[in-house]
């Protein structure tokens, strides 16, 4: 034992040292990587992020530079602190408490001191910079609008969170993001790379020289310019006429999927989310559940489709041969199933072809037809099935798969969708309401457009998108090559026949543009919310599609105008007056423009909120805007002028 | 002075390969933990680097010269070389230079010399002649009393010039003292007041002196031979006046910052965001030290590729912290490395020394063995994080010239005692 004493003590000791060698070096997690090693300064040279043009190369996002004052606090110096304070124009407070955050944040890391100083204060500032040691200027760049349009199409940019950070190591504390829009669906193409220096420094923080000679520095690569599909004139104009209304407006050339305005309104100006006051008024934005400005209503708002669906049903019963398009079918003011009865506004007795079924919106006839397509099959589990595939084949009931940041699939149901409420028997009739697009079936603006487009090029359409030119890029193979629908082309006559009629003789005769061949449906969706748990119905939003013109057709869209009322009343204005804009450059339907720019929906908006009875549809007036506020959206128009 | 041509070869070889090993591994890691910047000039001996390898080049002559020595004259000579130690020592009160809190230097022109480093040797040399003595008989009290004397004086000369380190590493002579005859009772004790000391800071007193009072009874009734009554009733006074002195002493007499160490080392504060404060401003070099070594991972960054150690994140990495460098460079192979040469060198001086067949060089060998083994213990202990700073530098591998020469005239003399064992029939 006396002698082994010191002996056990030194293979204790040696032993317990590669135990606690294994567990430092090899069982803590240490990854040797230069990004996470403090000893090592990572200093970034952010290159230029690209800058946004619309598709006539009018240029709508560029940059601008800012100035955020960054603290270190092991390195301040005491300071003449009245004098800095006076200089931020910050009191001593807010000094006092940015300080101690930066402090907790940490002792030798950088910290926002004061972010985005304006290029006047910037100016002061600089000169005595040299006075307040541990301070300096760090220069950023920041997005800069040129119009006050396409905030939601454009987004916008913001501090990478943690939660980003993580997902994605390129990005380090305070670096920038795409964080909605363009902004977010081409962010590497427009942010560039970001260069690196690797500097060895030492324990005071102090710069040793470049860490292995620069091995392992990267230069810079700037970020791609990118041309939008956007046409910026008619992005401001659709704005404009959906001035105190909601819903969405979305414009598709057909012959190549190009989006070529997307209005979403309420929209705000972009320039409100760049800067100090981005938090701030984001916060604003994102809290205003009720008109909710952020929420994409074009591309995230799910609807019924209402009356624009029947041009679908038209299509799928065509194809599959239940009926041929000169077949007469009686209406009888309404659709008799079993003992219940769909009501129509035809006179009682009408017999509609489907030029004429389409023109008048019959829901007797649609009714039938759909009933037909169920049925075609031995029963009608099998026939929703087809239907539903053909349906889809137009891009409905599924993400559109673009490059839009956002979006909702809709819904398109199949035979699957009603096992939970129809296990065993499965009729025509149950569904019946998906004949004139209400009931189960739900779309966002953006697949209506769609399939207006699909329906233009008489069976084929591009995926919607928002990208026309990336310098030494070339686009997406999915943007070019053209998707199929199930339907032969023969079919789209008669229903493009239809529409065309819906402009000459029907629901939208009163929206005619001279000149121009125009084919729309319109449609009028019943609508209901919940007011104190109580299912109340709301004024019917208003729906419109078209393209035009007929042949070669070169633009498609559709309207969405929440509780607008019946589908002439404000869809199909704003549909007629887009159109017009866009292929003629000019307004010559001053009456429609100015029935638009005239008129409000907010009271209507206000309703459910109002905690009062009140009454719809036909039992509504119309709000009409004091004459400045319209003057000032008709001077803004005057600017769109070519 | 050879008496025989093949003199040399009865050097323990293995011996002075371990050492030769350690000492070029150390200074490679002083090249790395001094160097500024990107460049290494070696003939710059205004560097660290530069001056230790004139130290090295010094301490290749000091090697000869000791190994030509007669292996006798260290014993005859043993008693005047102990009292010059002792002289330098006390010289240090008159003209002793103060670097850092410490008065432990002479200054010669440019140079610097510590003596408590040349002290140890000379303590062991002066124990080995006195337990080897013939009339000396360590089981006797008054020779242990005599023994405790010649190692209290280098130490508390030491501890006057503030070096509390060095003076602790003179406990390390207590294995040699165990070794040739010292009663259990001084292990039981020792050990005993360790494991008070640390549940009474740990627990606090209360539940220290329960825990005493239970053993020391339940020890009673377990022995079959019951000792007088009085003897576990003095012990357990004992164990609660110790426990209460030693919080009295950690709470009114160490100082805050040694109070820190000791509460970071048995964890005492419990809030963690405190502790990382803690750890950060009064632990900063051990916090940085562990970071360094940590970041080695398996296989380290490679020889002058420690960022930490390029960039002196660990203050004091030349000397104290240099296992720091090793950790990050070499990462866990290099350490484990070191660590075994250590081991196979302390190993190799203990073999040895139980296979001489005098008394004063089996005790010199032993005392050479423990002085290493706790320089090694504490240093690289603190250096991971395992016990409380106590700034003490590793043999061999940190910078110094004075350090160098000391362990290495302290191991010399032994390695020389050695080849001389044929001799001693």
Request: aromatic share 14%.
């Amino acid at each position: 034992m006396r002698q082994i004493l010191l002996f056990i003590s030194i293979i204790f000791v040696g032993i317990l040292f590669i135990a606690r060698l294994f567990f430092l070096q090899v069982y803590q997690d240490n990854t040797n990587n230069l990004y996470e090693d403090n000893a090592i300064r990572k200093v970034y040279d952010y290159p230029k992020r690209g800058f946004v043009y619309d598709r006539n190369g009018k240029l709508l996002v560029s940059n601008q530079p800012s100035y955020d004052v960054m603290v270190i606090p092991r390195e301040v110096k005491p300071l003449d602190t009245l004098e800095f304070c006076s200089l931020l124009k910050i009191d001593k407070e807010q000094f006092i408490t940015t300080y101690k955050k930066a402090y907790t944040y940490s002792p030798r890391l950088p910290y926002v001191f004061l972010p985005q100083l304006s290029k006047e204060d910037y100016a002061v500032l600089q000169e005595k910079m040299r006075k307040f040691e541990g301070f300096y200027i760090q220069k950023r760049s920041l997005r800069n609008y040129e119009t006050t349009i396409g905030a939601n199409v454009l987004g916008d940019i913001g501090e990478v969170n943690q939660r980003i950070m993580n997902k994605n190591p390129y990005y380090k504390m305070g670096d920038l993001i795409g964080m909605q829009g363009i902004e977010a669906s081409y962010e590497t193409t427009l942010r560039g790379v970001k260069g690196i220096k690797f500097i060895q420094k030492d324990r005071f923080n102090r710069n040793i020289g470049p860490y292995k000679k620069g091995k392992f520095d990267t230069l810079p690569e700037s970020g791609k310019d990118i041309k939008t599909t956007i046409d910026a004139t008619l992005q401001a104009y659709g704005e404009i006429l959906m001035a105190n209304k909601r819903g969405g407006i979305i414009a598709i050339e057909p012959s190549t999927g190009e989006i070529l305005s997307m209005v979403a309104a309420p929209t705000y100006n972009p320039n409100l989310l760049v800067g100090r006051d981005r938090s701030k008024n984001f916060t604003k934005l994102y809290n205003d559940s009720i008109a909710k400005p952020l929420f994409n209503r074009s591309l995230q708002g799910v609807y019924e489709p209402g009356s624009p669906f029947k041009l679908m049903n038209a299509l799928v019963a065509l194809q599959e041969g239940v009926i041929s398009s000169d077949e007469k079918i009686t209406c009888y003011a309404g659709y008799k199933y079993g003992n219940r009865f769909m009501k129509c506004h035809c006179r009682s007795g009408t017999r509609n072809d489907m030029v004429h079924g389409i023109q008048e919106s019959c829901n007797a006839y649609f009714a039938t037809v759909y009933r037909r397509i169920l049925d075609k099959p031995e029963n009608a589990s099998l026939g929703i099935n087809v239907w539903s595939d053909h349906v889809k084949s137009f891009g409905l009931g599924n993400f559109l798969n673009n490059d839009l940041y956002v979006g909702q699939p809709g819904r398109i149901p199949n035979r699957d969708y009603y096992k939970e409420i129809y296990p065993k028997t499965f009729y025509s009739t149950y569904t019946i309401s998906n004949a004139i697009g209400q009931g189960e079936v739900a779309t966002t603006p953006i697949q209506l457009a769609n399939m207006i487009a699909a329906i233009a090029n008489r069976g084929y359409y591009f995926t919607p998108h928002i990208i026309k030119e990336i310098k030494d890029e070339t686009l997406d193979l999915n943007y070019t090559t053209p998707k199929y629908t199930t339907i032969d082309k023969q079919h789209f006559e008669p229903v493009i026949e239809g529409m065309l009629n819906v402009y000459t003789h029907g629901t939208a005769k009163y929206l005619q543009i001279p000149d121009i061949e125009i084919c729309g449906k319109t449609g009028t969706v019943e609508n209901f919310v919940k007011i104190d748990s109580v299912k109340t119905q709301l004024t019917d939003h208003s729906i419109f599609v078209a393209f035009a013109p007929k042949n070669n057709p070169k633009i498609a869209i559709a309207v969405f105008v929440e509780n607008g009322y019946f589908g002439s009343r404000f869809a199909g204005k704003i549909a007629s007056l887009m159109i017009e804009k866009y292929i003629k450059g000019t307004i010559t339907r001053k009456d429609l423009e100015n029935f638009v720019l005239n008129h409000s929906l907010e009271d209507e908006y206000a309703k459910p909120y109002s905690g009062v009875p009140f009454k719809i549809n036909r039992g509504t007036t119309l709000q009409t805007i004091p004459i400045e506020e319209v003057n000032k959206l008709k001077a803004q128009l005057t600017k769109l002028e070519p | 002075m050879f008496r025989q041509t093949d003199r040399h070869f009865k050097f323990d070889w293995v011996t002075i390969i371990l050492f030769l090993i350690l000492v070029v591994f150390g200074w490679m890691n002083i090249l790395s933990a001094s160097h500024i910047g990107t460049t290494i000039d070696y003939t710059n001996f205004s560097q660290p680097y530069g001056r230790q390898l004139i130290f090295i080049g010094l301490t290749l002559i000091l090697i000869i010269f000791i190994l030509s020595i007669d292996a006798k004259f260290y014993e005859r000579f043993a008693s005047l070389i102990f009292i010059v130690s002792m002289l330098s020592l006390v010289g240090l009160f008159l003209f002793g230079k103060n670097v850092n809190g410490a008065t432990s230097w002479y200054g010669i022109g440019g140079m610097t010399l510590q003596p408590s480093e040349f002290a140890k040797a000379a303590t062991a040399l002066a124990v080995a002649k006195y337990i080897s003595d013939l009339n000396t008989d360590i089981r006797t009290f008054k020779d242990q009393i005599r023994i405790f004397i010649i190692i209290i004086i280098p130490a508390f000369l030491i501890l006057l010039q503030n070096d509390a380190g060095s003076t602790l590493v003179y406990a390390s002579f207590f294995f040699v003292l165990y070794r040739e005859g010292l009663p259990k009772i001084y292990l039981t004790l020792a050990l005993t007041l360790v494991a008070i000391s640390i549940l009474a800071l740990k627990f606090g007193p209360i539940i220290t002196s329960v825990l005493a009072i239970v053993f020391i009874i339940a020890n009673y009734f377990i022995q079959k031979k019951k000792p007088v009554i009085l003897q576990p009733i003095l012990t357990v006074l004992a164990c609660i006046v110790i426990a209460f002195g030693i919080k009295f002493f950690y709470q009114n007499i160490l100082q805050p910052h040694q109070q820190d160490r000791i509460s970071l080392w048995l964890r005492l504060e419990k809030d963690p965001q405190k502790i990382a404060q803690m750890r950060r401003d009064i632990l900063y070099n051990l916090y940085e030290s562990e970071k360094a070594i940590s970041s080695g991972g398996f296989s380290g960054r490679g020889f002058l590729e420690g960022t930490r150690t390029t960039g002196k994140f660990v203050p004091e990495q030349h000397t104290d912290y240099i296992f720091s460098t090793v950790g990050e460079e070499w990462g866990f192979l290099g350490s484990v490395f070191v660590v075994i040469v250590f081991v196979l060198l302390m190993l190799r001086v203990l073999k040895l020394a139980e296979l001489q067949k005098s008394q004063f060089s089996r005790v010199y060998g032993y005392s050479v063995a423990s002085i290493l083994f706790f320089h090694f213990m504490i240093n690289i202990g603190m250096v991971m994080g395992l016990i409380p700073t106590i700034g003490i530098p590793l043999p061999f591998f940190s910078y110094g010239g004075s350090g160098l020469w000391g362990f290495t005239i302290l191991l010399f003399i032994f390695i020389k005692l050695d080849s001389n064992r044929i001799n001693e029939w």
